[in-house]
């Protein structure tokens, strides 16, 4: 086995330095791993690790082999203007990050179907509040992207009973998951959508996409979950159409503008929950190995496995 030599960048203000160094040191004890705040020199710089880094961050890394994404989406990087020509990005595609993802899209789904924010304003007034519960076949739920991420979330809804519709770019087979495809198919599935589950990546196709007449499609009363990324979404015309109840209810991980702003009216709305993104994150024990191995295969000459494609976005 390839033991590659050379040096890491490590660059993010959400993730442990020490914790990423020890645990990619355990699959590459030859490569010196140093933090972005260490880097003398940015040509002594073969392979990067980085979420977000700050702008021209990879200006002068004239020997850069490798971008490596510290997450899933790469919307914030595929666009910026300092990076390298030819060098290859990748993304983490940790199965564990999945399954993180998979059980908040589970608990936020099972969170709407079971009414329990009626329940909980219930209980605020000391209120016995007895709402019969409905059986999960009888939800639709509409998952938006079956990539890593949204396909394993659509199999598990799918195994809690509910009815599972999913909708990609190109033609998707998922067991018990009906499955659609292409921008003409997409109004067929927003009006069957219960519950609308937004696993895209941002890209220049999906920026806006659930506009107002879109998100206006849904059925009175639906249940919106977004985990993706703020920007695919109309935020002002969300919010309005939680005002007036057209969406019943919504829990929300992203935003156009993170932190959302103090003074944004979601804050205030009794049917929207919040969370700052954090719906899934990249876990260093379980994604090590495959930084590990496309390190190996780059500093071999061969090409890393999960490449994004820039012109496509993601
Ligand atoms: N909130 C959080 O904590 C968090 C954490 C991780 C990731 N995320 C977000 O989740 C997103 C999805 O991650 P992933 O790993 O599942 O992505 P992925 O593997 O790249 O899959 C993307 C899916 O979206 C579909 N898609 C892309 N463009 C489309 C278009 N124009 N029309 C219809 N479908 C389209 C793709 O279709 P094809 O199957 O045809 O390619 C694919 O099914 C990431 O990009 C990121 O923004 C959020």
């Known amino acids: 086995m390839t033991r590659p030599s050379g040096t890491l960048v490590f660059s993010s203000a959400f993730d442990a ?24 020199d940015p040509a002594s710089i073969h392979y990067a690790l980085a979420w977000k880094p700050p702008e021209g961050f990879f200006d002068k890394m004239v ?34 990050m999945a399954r993180m993802m998979a059980g908040y899209v589970l608990f ?4 709407h179907a079971r009414e329990i924010p009626f329940f909980e304003q219930a209980q605020r007034r ?20 079956l990539g890593e991420l949204g396909a394993l979330a659509a199999m598990e809804l799918q195994r809690q009973g509910f009815t599972v519709l999913g909708w990609s770019r190109s033609p998707r087979q998922i ?12 109004d067929t599935v927003l009006e069957q959508a219960d519950i609308l589950v937004v696993m895209l990546p941002l890209t ?13 499609r849904l059925p009175q009363g639906a249940a919106l979950i977004n985990v993706a990324r703020g920007a695919l979404v109309d935020q002002a ?23 959302l702003a103090s003074t944004d009216p979601l804050w205030a709305m009794e049917n929207v929950l919040i969370t700052p993104h954090l719906a899934s994150v990249a876990i260093p024990s ?29």
Request: with cysteine; net charge negative; charged share 25%.
């Open 17 to 40: 330095f020490d914790v990423w160094r020890d645990a990619l040191h355990a699959h590459l004890p030859d490569l010196a791993i140093v933090d972005a705040s260490e880097v003398a």
């Open 63 to 96: 020997n850069l082999r490798l971008i490596i994404n510290l997450g899933a989406g790469v919307d914030s990087l595929v666009g910026r203007r300092d990076l390298p020509a030819g060098v290859p990005i990748t993304r983490i595609t940790d199965p564990q």
């Open 108 to 111: 936020a789904t099972l969170r």
């Open 126 to 145: 000391g209120e016995w509040a007895y709402r019969h519960p409905r059986s999960p076949e009888t939800i639709r739920v509409a998952v938006l992207g």
């Open 175 to 186: 067991d018990g998951v009906q499955c659609f495809a292409g921008i003409e198919t997409l």
């Open 204 to 216: 220049t196709d999906t920026r806006g996409l659930l506009d107002r007449e879109r998100l206006s």
């Open 237 to 259: 015309a969300m919010t309005d159409l939680l005002r007036e109840g057209h969406i019943g209810s919504a829990t929300l991980d992203v935003f156009a503008q993170e932190p």
């Open 286 to 314: 379980s994604s090590a190995r495959q930084i590990a191995d496309n390190i190996v295969r780059v500093s071999r000459g061969e090409a890393p496995a999960n490449q994004v494609d820039p012109s496509r976005g993601y």
